[in-house]
């Protein structure tokens, strides 16, 4: 029998989210200095940085009014994402995927309040190309992101 994802059982795999999240981040933080970085294999380095700004460093450098905006920004989606999981008419296939958010913005959310950033810590790489530093809270808003939109033109299609 197929269980539904419950209400329930989304905010808990939230939590596991944040949780993995935080714990990489620490361990990042006491294990490796500032600024540097582990390779790992070709194209994948661990790395210590920290992002002051959101996504791809966007207002890093606009002089700290920007964590404070973003922390704001992150209790209202984490409030709006409770609510919508909540929601009876939330399928299963939604509310993981908006689980994955509200996990991801939780995580970068603690980590945004206890510092002047979030740290990221994975860099993947193609020889000289660098994509921006990232954490495990931002792969699980981009695959929840995904999960939706992907539920939605499935759906979108079911219906044409």
């Given at each position: 029998?197929?269980?539904?994802?419950?209400?329930?059982?989304?905010?808990?795999?939230?939590?596991?989210?944040?949780?993995?999240?935080l714990?990489?981040?620490?361990?990042?933080?006491?294990?490796?200095?500032?600024?540097?970085?582990?390779?790992?294999?070709?194209?994948?380095?661990?790395?210590?940085?920290?992002?002051?700004?959101?996504?791809?460093?966007?207002?890093?450098?606009?002089?700290?009014?920007?964590?404070y905006?973003?922390?704001?920004?992150?209790?209202?989606?984490?409030?709006?994402?409770?609510?919508?999981?909540?929601?009876?008419?939330?399928?299963?296939?939604?509310?993981?995927?908006?689980?994955?958010?509200?996990?991801?913005?939780?995580?970068?959310?603690?980590?945004?309040?206890?510092?002047?950033?979030?740290?990221?810590?994975?860099?993947?790489?193609?020889?000289?190309?660098?994509?921006?530093?990232?954490?495990?809270?931002?792969?699980?808003?981009?695959?929840?992101?995904?999960?939706?939109?992907?539920?939605?033109?499935r759906?979108?299609?079911?219906?044409?």
């Amino acid at each position: 029998m197929n269980k539904p994802f419950t209400p329930l059982v989304a905010v808990v795999f939230a939590g596991l989210i944040a949780a993995i999240d935080l714990i990489s981040k620490a361990a990042v933080v006491e294990r490796l200095p500032y600024g540097h970085k582990i390779e790992l294999m070709q194209s994948l380095n661990i790395v210590h940085a920290v992002n002051e700004g959101s996504a791809f460093g966007l207002l890093a450098n606009a002089g700290g009014w920007q964590r404070y905006f973003f922390i704001a920004v992150a209790v209202l989606a984490s409030m709006l994402l409770i609510h919508m999981i909540r929601k009876p008419a939330a399928g299963s296939t939604e509310r993981a995927g908006l689980a994955m958010i509200l996990g991801g913005a939780v995580g970068n959310l603690v980590d945004r309040t206890a510092r002047m950033g979030v740290v990221d810590w994975i860099d993947i790489y193609a020889g000289t190309y660098h994509w921006p530093a990232f954490n495990i809270a931002d792969i699980g808003i981009t695959l929840g992101a995904a999960t939706i939109v992907l539920h939605a033109l499935r759906g979108a299609r079911a219906t044409a």
